[in-house]
């Protein structure tokens, strides 16, 4: 991993031909992220220094911006054999970015085989398994004895993305079997493919979502997947480092939707992107305030009349938001690593429910008892009802939090979509009306 240190020494450089020397002996990964760091000037000068089987690796290490930004900025020729010799699955993740008239040229100085790869991954919908895998992988033919697979891989195949899987299949492509490189490797000469190969097989249809993908070879423990057609014709396979980028996908997609960040945000985005993907949801989140000041205003007269509810309001809105976000964030979690199904919707329910029930005891406790504190003695009822409204509000919050993202789930919608702001704005409103209302008939009890 390229330090701190090592990154402003190598920006120190101005020798070129030191800088050619140190960029072409690193890990393509490091030369990646180091040139993603330097000036947009600078950048096609450090990548021009890079050896040309340098540059194709680094090339897929670069932030997509930064690859839009070579391809605009060096000779075509040099972008024409780095575009080639990509991967097709992460050639067609570059071609999703670019302007359709770029894409156009790039794939017309595309070989055909890495054309037609290219062309039939980008025919598959995004999020889908046939848009991320890649269309390199070992196939073998029935009949084959090891001694000649493994001849063939050795003369076809050594550029593959993995060869750790080979898959069997007959004249039409229809998937058979699978068999690893290690089975071939301990198996004598001689011996017949099909009859070492496993003809259960873990697969994924084109179709298949790709975090379910992701899941179905983090269940079997598997680096690399085939991918079949509706007539379970082998097209693809996708790869561990596919899955990574998934997980991290989906993972990054929850954790910014329940915080209420539209898009993609990256930590060290320019701050008008910044604005740009958070100021939509603070501006609705505005709006949803509104909702939840309505509930308040018509009770205006009784907060002006006990002054002591401005100080228990927030503490009341604040936990109630906080235990709604905790269930929410560990239902969606369950719900995106497949620890919970829809088939688990009571047992989580009774689970939250239970640990709410605990939870509520125990800060409508600490509430009752600090409004008891903080209220003058013919106000001291206050601390009965902030109670009594702070044990109803965590139970619904956690509820909530439990049971809309499994209804979502249900209804075959992102559990994700319910966002924190929009969760707790909503028990906000409840909690404010709830406790206001019951204040107001308190008072009619307990007259100032």
Do not use: C
């Not at 969606?332 to 939250?352: A, H, N, P, Q, S």
């Amino acid at each position: 991993m390229l330090t701190q240190d090592n990154r402003m020494l190598l920006s120190e450089i101005a020798d070129l031909n030191q800088l050619k020397f140190e960029l072409n002996h690193l890990p393509a990964v490091d030369v990646g992220e180091f040139i993603a760091e330097l000036p947009k000037e600078r950048q096609a000068i450090a990548f021009r220094l890079l050896r040309k089987d340098q540059a194709i690796g680094v090339f897929e290490y670069l932030p997509q911006e930064v690859q839009e930004s070579l391809i605009e900025s060096l000779h075509n020729a040099h972008i024409y054999q780095i575009v080639e010799a990509m991967s097709p699955d992460d050639r067609a993740e570059l071609f999703d970015e670019l302007p359709a008239g770029v894409v156009k040229r790039l794939l017309q100085q595309l070989s055909m085989a890495e054309r037609q790869a290219t062309s039939t991954i980008l025919g598959y919908p995004e999020g889908t398994a046939g848009r991320v895998m890649t269309t390199e992988y070992v196939r073998l033919r029935q009949g084959l004895t090891v001694g000649e697979a493994l001849n063939k891989i050795r003369r076809v195949d050594r550029d593959k993305e993995t060869i750790y899987y080979a898959y069997v299949t007959d004249d039409n492509r229809k998937l058979l079997a699978v068999v690893s490189l290690r089975q071939l490797l301990f198996t004598l000469p001689d011996a017949l493919v099909g009859d070492i190969a496993s003809n259960r097989v873990i697969k994924a249809r084109t179709e298949m979502p790709q975090e379910e993908v992701a899941q179905l070879m983090k269940r079997y423990d598997i680096i690399a997947l085939p991918v079949v057609d509706r007539e379970e014709r082998l097209v693809g396979i996708v790869t561990i480092d596919d899955v990574i980028d998934i997980l991290e996908e989906e993972a990054t997609e929850d954790i910014q939707k329940i915080a209420g960040v539209s898009g993609d945000e990256e930590a060290l985005s320019p701050p008008l992107v910044t604005i740009a993907k958070r100021l939509p949801w603070l501006l609705g989140n505005i709006a949803l305030y509104v909702g939840a000041a309505s509930a308040i205003a018509p009770f205006q007269k009784i907060i002006s009349t006990v002054p002591v509810l401005a100080v228990i309001m927030p503490i009341l809105s604040n936990t109630s938001g906080n235990v709604a976000i905790q269930a929410l964030s560990v239902t969606v979690r369950g719900l995106g690593i497949g620890e919970v199904t829809l088939l688990d919707t009571f047992k989580l329910l009774r689970k939250e429910f239970l640990a709410g029930l605990g939870t509520s005891l125990a800060l409508g406790t600490a509430l009752g008892v600090l409004s008891l504190i903080w209220s003058p003695a013919n106000e001291r009822w206050i601390s009965i009802v902030a109670a009594s409204v702070m044990v109803v509000n965590v139970l619904v919050a956690a509820s909530l939090g439990t049971l809309l993202p499994m209804t979502l789930k249900r209804l075959n919608l992102d559990p994700a979509l319910i966002s924190g702001p929009l969760l707790t704005t909503t028990l906000d409103a409840i909690g404010f009306m709830t406790f206001l209302s019951m204040v107001s008939m308190a008072l009619q009890v307990f007259p100032k």
